[in-house]
């Protein structure tokens, strides 16, 4: 009597292949939309100012006024593929990486 009932109060049995497809989609759907949120506001952003840094570094040229990542405020006296030569005071060159130039400043008057 209560094996008939307890039958009775189950799910029944998925019915092939057809069954089983929407509900492993519906299970997945949560992790596709924290995807599409992540690449929406972390992924796509970061991409874009990467590709605006690789610009501005390859449109660096003589006696712009740059900004380091360390804080250098300089002048750049040479520019190189890889390197550029700053002046930051009279008579003080350096020489690093252009990667590490973090803005060329348009406000020029910041001496």
Known sequence: MFENLAW????P???GQAAGAPDMFMSFL???VIFAIFYLLLIR???KKAK???EMLGNIKKGDKVITTGGLYGLVESVGDNTVMLKISENVKVKLGKTFIATVRINQEED
């Open 8 to 11: 009775a109060m189950g799910a």
């Open 13 to 15: 049995p998925p019915s």
């Open 30 to 32: 949560p992790l596709i």
């Open 45 to 47: 952003p970061q991409q």
């Open 52 to 54: 605006e840094h690789r």
